[in-house]
C-alpha cells in the first residue's frame, strides 16, 4: 500500500473512532428516540419509544405546534385568536372548533377559580397563554399516537410535561420540579409519572409576571411555584396560575375541595402537597 | 504523502475555503458557515505542511531570497493596516453583512463616544455621546450603556468602562446586569440539571422572555412591539463637592417605540441611584430626582444622541 493511502486510511479510522466515541456519548435508553425544538417562544423536548424515524416525527410535531401558535398566539397579528379579538362583531366571527372548545375550557376554569385564573387577564382582549400550551403538550401526544402509533411518550414545552406509558426503565417517567438557585441545596422533588402531566406556574424567571386578574397587580406571596398533576395539560396549565395566584392557604383549600393534585413550593425551600384520594 | 495527493487535496480544499470565506464575508453570521470553513482550514492546514515536507528543498530557497523579505514586510504591513482600520479599509468592511456574532462597535475619539449596534441588517442604532465641560478626556469618566424593556428589566450591555471599579462606580447599571446573569444562569441550570440529575423532564414555570436582544429591539410586529429604553450611566469617580464627598453616578434614558418610529432621539436625565434595601434585605437600586447638591456631575455629559435607521427587513430572521 503507498504511503499517500496509509495516511488516508488511518485519517479515516481516526475519524471513525471520533464519531464512535461522540456517539457513546450520546444518552442511552435503548429503544427511545429524541428530539428538541422552538415553540412558542420556548424550548420543547420529546421522547418517544420506537424506532419511528425521529426527523419524521418531529417535522410532524413542528407543523402540529405551528398550527396551535397560528390559532392560539397572542404574538402575532394574524392568529385566529388575534382576528377574533379584533373583529367588530365577535358573535358572527366563525371560530374554529378547536379554538372554540379551548375558549371554553378556560372560560370553565375561570368560573371555577373564581377568577383566579382569566382568560382576560387584563380586562380586554382574550389571551390564551395561560393555557395554551398546555393544550398543545396534550395535541402532541395524541398526534404521536395517532400518527405515529407511539404509546410510550414524554412531550415537555416550556416546563409542562406529559408523561405517557412505562418510560425507558418501566416505571414511568421521572419527572423533578425545578428549584432556583436562590433556595438551591434543597433537593427538588421528583415525581414518578404514568399517563399523567403536570404543570408548573412560577415567578422566578426574568419577565415571568403574573397578574392576579382581580387586582390587575403581580402576584407577591411566599411560594415559589405551584405545580399540578392533572391527566390533562391543558387544565394542568390553567390551574396552576390559578392555584399561584391563589396562594397557600386559598389555593390548597381550592385543590382539596376540587380534588385536584398539587405541589405548593415555598420561598424557604419546604413543600406542602395535596393529593386527593 | 504523494506530490499528486497533496496537490489535488489543497486545490479542493482551497476551493471549499474560498467559498466558505466568500460567504462568511458577505452574508450574515452563519454558524454552519463557520463551522466547514474552520474544519476545512485544519485539513489546509495538514495538507500545507504536506506541501513543505514536498518541496522543502525548493522553499528554504525561495526563503533566502530578497523577495521573501519584502513579501513578508507587505503582509505583516497589510494585516497591521487591517486592524488600524482606516477609512479605505472600513469601507471595504462595510461592504460585509456580517463582522462576526457580535454586531456592535464603539470608537473613542476626544470628547464623543460613538456607540453603533445592529441588532438586525435592517435595523442599525448609533448612540453618539458628547462629554461636557466636566468632561475630562485624559481621565474618562466610567461609562456603561444598556437596553431595558418597558419594565425596567436589562436586555442587553451595549457597552461598560472595563477600568479597576467599574462595578462600584456604575452601581445601577451593574445591578441590573447582576440580575439579569443571575436569571439567564436559572435558564441554563435548568438544563444542566436536567441532565446531571438522569430525570425525564423537569416542569417549571415558563421563561417568559427571550435572551435575544434582537427580539425585543428589532421591530415585528406592529401592534405587539413593545417600546424598549436605551440607558446610559456616567460617573467620574472622586468629584465631590460642598454636599457630597463623591458625587454619585448618573442615568440618562430614552424610550424607544418602533410603532411611532423616529430617526433621532436624545437621551434625558432621569436620576441618579441610591440603594435600598427591602424586607427581605435583598438590595435594590432606585433612582432619585436630581437636585441642586448634584453640580458637575451634570456637566460630564453634554449630549446623547440616538440615531435608528430602518430599513425594510431584507427576509426573515
Known amino acids: ?277 | 504523502m504523494k506530490r499528486q495527493w497533496v496537490s489535488n487535496l489543497i486545490a479542493m480544499l482551497f476551493v471549499t475555503l474560498a467559498v466558505t470565506g466568500l460567504m462568511g464575508f458577505f452574508l450574515p453570521f452563519n454558524l454552519l458557515t463557520v463551522s466547514v470553513h474552520s474544519f476545512v482550514g485544519f485539513i489546509f492546514i495538514t495538507a500545507i505542511s504536506f506541501h513543505i515536507k514536498n518541496n522543502w528543498r525548493s522553499l528554504r530557497g525561495y526563503f533566502k531570497k530578497r523577495s521573501a523579505v519584502v513579501l513578508l514586510l507587505c503582509v505583516a504591513g497589510f494585516i497591521a493596516v487591517v486592524l488600524w482600520q482606516p477609512p479605505p479599509i472600513k469601507a471595504i468592511l462595510a461592504l460585509s453583512d456580517n463582522l462576526g456574532p457580535d454586531p456592535s462597535r464603539f470608537e473613542l475619539d476626544g470628547q464623543r463616544m460613538l456607540y453603533r449596534y445592529d441588532p438586525a441588517p435592517h435595523y442599525r442604532m448609533q448612540l453618539e455621546v458628547m462629554g461636557g465641560l466636566a468632561y475630562d478626556a485624559d481621565q474618562p469618566p466610567f461609562v456603561a450603556i444598556w437596553i431595558e424593556n418597558r419594565s425596567g428589566y436589562h436586555i442587553k450591555s451595549l457597552y461598560h468602562s472595563e477600568q479597576e471599579g467599574y462595578a462600584t462606580q456604575l452601581p445601577y447599571w451593574h445591578h441590573k446586569r447582576s440580575e439579569y446573569l443571575k436569571y439567564k444562569r436559572e435558564q441554563e441550570a435548568l438544563t444542566d440539571a436536567e441532565r446531571a440529575s438522569k430525570l425525564d423532564a423537569i416542569s417549571s414555570a415558563t421563561e417568559n422572555d427571550s435572551f435575544d436582544p434582537a427580539d425585543y429591539i428589532v421591530p415585528r410586529d406592529a401592534e405587539r412591539d413593545a417600546p424598549y429604553r436605551v440607558m446610559i450611566e456616567i460617573n467620574q469617580p472622586g468629584d465631590a463637592n460642598t454636599d457630597h464627598a463623591d458625587q454619585p453616578s448618573l442615568v440618562y434614558s430614552i424610550e424607544v417605540d418602533n410603532r411611532d418610529p423616529r430617526t433621532f432621539q436624545v437621551l434625558e436625565i432621569v436620576g441618579y441611584p441610591k440603594a435600598e434595601q427591602d424586607a427581605g434585605e435583598a438590595t435594590t437600586w432606585s433612582l432619585f430626582f436630581v437636585d441642586e447638591t448634584i453640580t458637575t456631575a451634570r456637566e460630564l455629559l453634554d449630549s446623547a444622541l440616538l440615531r435608528i435607521a430602518r430599513d425594510e427587513p431584507r427576509g426573515e430572521r
Request: hydrophobic share 45%; glycine share 10%.
Open chain 1, 1 to 277: 500500500m503507498s504511503n499517500g493511502r496509509r495516511w488516508l486510511v488511518r485519517i479515516f479510522a481516526a475519524g471513525l473512532l471520533c464519531i464512535l466515541a461522540w456517539s457513546l456519548t450520546r444518552p442511552s435508553g435503548i429503544g427511545f428516540a429524541y428530539f428538541t425544538g422552538e415553540a412558542f417562544a420556548t424550548a420543547y423536548h420529546v421522547t418517544y419509544a420506537g424506532d419511528r424515524d425521529p426527523v419524521t416525527v418531529q417535522q410532524a410535531v413542528d407543523a402540529e405546534l405551528a398550527r396551535i401558535d397560528a390559532m392560539a398566539s397572542t404574538w402575532r397579528n394574524d392568529s385566529e385568536l388575534m382576528r377574533y379579538n379584533r373583529a367588530e362583531d365577535p358573535e358572527s366571527f366563525e371560530l374554529s372548533p378547536e379554538l372554540a372548545l379551548l375558549i371554553e375550557r378556560a372560560e370553565a376554569i375561570e368560573a371555577q377559580t373564581g377568577g383566579a385564573f382569566s382568560l382576560r387577564p387584563d380586562g380586554g382582549a382574550i389571551d390564551l397563554s395561560g393555557i395554551a400550551k398546555g393544550h398543545a403538550v396534550d395535541r402532541v401526544v395524541e398526534l404521536l399516537w395517532r400518527e405515529f402509533g407511539i404509546k410510550d411518550c414524554l412531550v415537555d414545552i416550556g416546563g409542562e410535561v406529559k408523561a405517557i406509558g412505562d418510560g425507558p426503565k418501566g416505571d414511568g417517567w421521572r419527572v423533578g420540579l425545578y428549584l432556583p438557585s436562590t433556595i438551591a441545596g434543597i433537593e427538588a422533588p421528583a415525581l414518578q409519572l404514568r399517563d399523567t402531566s403536570v404543570a408548573t406556574s412560577g415567578a422566578y424567571f426574568k419577565g415571568d409576571h403574573i397578574i392576579d386578574p382581580q387586582t390587575g397587580k403581580h402576584v407577591v406571596n411566599d411560594l415559589v411555584s405551584v405545580s399540578v398533576i392533572h391527566a390533562s395539560n391543558t387544565d394542568a396549565d390553567a390551574l396552576a396560575t390559578a392555584l399561584y395566584v391563589m396562594g397557600t392557604e386559598r389555593g390548597l383549600q381550592w385543590a382539596e375541595d376540587n380534588a385536584i393534585h398539587a405541589i405548593f413550593l415555598f420561598n424557604d425551600g419546604t413543600q406542602q402537597t395535596h393529593v386527593p384520594d
